[in-house]
């Protein structure tokens, strides 16, 4: 029988967010508008453009408006903890990862600069990463490490995920 430790839910989308989303559509409406005008010269420049914003907008409207990720450590049936991330978008729910602690070595919560600081370090082994976080102006976030997959799992902050995750890093529950 599995049951939930702990869980939590990404937060809604920064107004920088929905902001950046009505700007480019805005401009992208307005540059075509501007090359159906007469005596444009080059109006293939203004709809190229126009798309590019429209694409721009559509992208970030489905990676972090409508995009929300849940976040939870449960067991699983060998009575493991496993942290298992959903995402749902609309009414669709998928498990995208599932976890096990026993295998992390490393959680915690860091600066994104130290983050790329220590990306940058990696050099030509740097880990693969994974994203689950739909707020970019977050400033902290928790790292988890599977040196065995040779790869990052980013979560957005969350003390008490956080804390579990450390005192369950490389345990099985018995």
């Known amino acids: 029988m599995s049951y939930t430790r702990y869980s939590f839910s990404t937060k ?21 508008a501007t090359s159906t005008m007469e005596n444009i010269p080059y109006p293939v420049i203004f709809q190229t453009a126009t798309i590019l914003l429209l694409a721009v907008g559509t992208y970030l409207l489905f990676r972090f408006v409508f995009k929300k ?31 096990a602690l026993s295998k ?16 940058a370090s990696k050099g030509k082994s ?26 990052w799992v980013i979560i957005p902050e969350d003390k008490t995920m956080g804390q579990i995750l450390k005192v369950h890093i490389g345990q099985s529950e018995q």
Not at 12 to 32: E, R
Not at 104 to 119: F, G, T
């Open 12 to 32: 809604k989308p920064s107004a920088l967010i929905h902001s950046a989303v009505i700007i480019s559509y805005v401009l992208g409406v307005l540059l075509y």
């Open 126 to 151: 740097r880990p693969l990463l994974f994203r689950y976080d739909t707020n970019p102006s977050d400033q902290r976030v928790i790292l988890i490490d599977f040196p065995s997959e040779n790869s």
């Open 104 to 119: 992390i070595s490393r959680a915690e919560i860091v600066d994104k600069k130290a983050l790329k600081k220590e990306l």
């Open 69 to 99: 990720f849940t976040y939870e450590i449960s067991e699983n049936s060998e009575r493991d903890l496993d942290l298992v991330i959903t995402e749902t978008v609309g009414k669709k729910q998928t498990v995208v990862a599932r976890l």
